[in-house]
């Protein structure tokens, strides 16, 4: 279970509007219309997106800084912002929805091979596409977004991804035209997978405080995880780790939760490199969630590096 929360600082609060852009509204199915920021510039396109809650506009003050050498646009993420926010329901919230949304902005701008950039929770998005559709990409670049929602852990298996995967099994068993037999045995293991999954997902819970509850496109946003295990496509994937804990006093609490942190980060970074082995990993250490506004000038510096060697 990843939660964001604790690492929320203030570069999560306010979102600006402070540079020049134009916007407009792309149709990406009939009655879903995502926000795009184009804030010009000529070269390789590179696409923003945000994390959770987040909208096109957060990178308002960082995206801009890429225009010399690149077209560059940002898009808000169906649910929020201006963009529409179709009911929470039949998948319209799942990673691979979400991969399409990106995909059919791009088809609709000819925005051709763009490189992607993510925060937080568009890793996902990125590993949709990498994963399903790498030759509509040239590059995928994840801000503190290449966790265990972005690329399966066989060590670690996220609780919604196993469940979304026997859902897969069970939808593809019912449409027919599969060997039921073999089908059925993958369905058994993939069950058993899910409960012991469900089990230790459950007791790591018990004994947290109550979460507060979702909002119905959090929710489905949340349960929308899917499950990548190949992805090969060019990778950067900048981690903040340990991320900035500094606003907490010093103590035994204060370095558990830093240990903790370290160790899950690190997991991260090192399930991603045996996963994506042509992949670039960064370590920051002491950076905020938000690394590319905490830690900006190291972020461009690793950014354009990773540019600058695509073909």
């Known amino acids: 279970m990843l939660i964001i929360s604790p690492w929320i600082t203030a570069y999560s609060m306010a979102q600006t509007d402070s540079s020049p852009h134009s916007v407009q509204m792309v149709v990406v199915e009939p009655g879903v219309q995502l926000e795009v920021l184009d804030w010009g510039g000529s070269g390789r396109p590179l696409i923003f997106l945000?994390?959770?809650g987040d909208t096109a506009h957060r990178f308002d003050g960082f995206a801009p800084q890429f225009k010399k050498r690149h077209h560059v646009f940002a898009v808000t993420r169906r649910g929020f912002g201006a963009s529409s926010s179709p009911a929470p329901a039949?998948?319209?919230?799942?990673?691979?929805?979400?991969?399409?949304?990106?995909?059919?902005?791009g088809k609709a701008l000819r925005i051709d091979r763009p490189v992607l950039v993510g925060h937080s929770m568009a890793g996902e998005e990125l590993s949709s596409i990498g994963s399903r559709f790498p030759n509509k990409v040239s590059g995928l670049i994840y801000l503190d977004a290449a966790t265990d929602f972005a690329l399966d852990d066989p060590e670690h298996p996220l609780l919604t991804n196993e469940m979304n995967d026997m859902k897969k099994r069970i939808d593809k068993i019912e449409a027919g035209g599969v060997d039921e037999k073999k089908e059925l045995l993958k369905l058994e293991i993939a069950a058993a997978r899910f409960e012991t999954v469900l089990h230790h997902d459950n007791a790591e819970i018990?004994?947290?405080?109550?979460?507060?509850?979702?909002?119905?496109?959090?929710a489905a946003l949340n349960f929308g995880t899917q499950k990548y295990t190949s992805i090969s496509v060019p990778a950067l994937a900048i981690y903040a780790c340990p991320h900035n804990w500094d606003r907490l006093p010093d103590g035994d609490r204060k370095a558990a939760l830093i240990k903790d942190?370290?160790?899950?980060?690190?997991?991260?970074?090192?399930?991603?490199?045996?996963?994506?082995?042509?992949?670039?990993?960064?370590?920051?250490?002491?950076?905020?969630h938000y690394v590319y506004l905490s830690n900006e000038a190291q972020v461009v510096a690793e950014m354009n590096a990773f540019l600058d060697n695509l073909h």
């Open 206 to 218: 018990a004994n947290m405080p109550p979460l507060p509850p979702r909002s119905p496109i959090g």
């Open 261 to 288: 942190d370290k160790a899950r980060c690190t997991r991260w970074a090192d399930n991603f490199r045996r996963g994506v082995p042509n992949a670039h990993i960064v370590m920051i250490p002491n950076a905020d």
């Open 50 to 52: 945000a994390g959770n």
């Open 90 to 105: 039949n998948g319209n919230y799942s990673a691979d929805r979400l991969g399409d949304d990106v995909l059919a902005v």
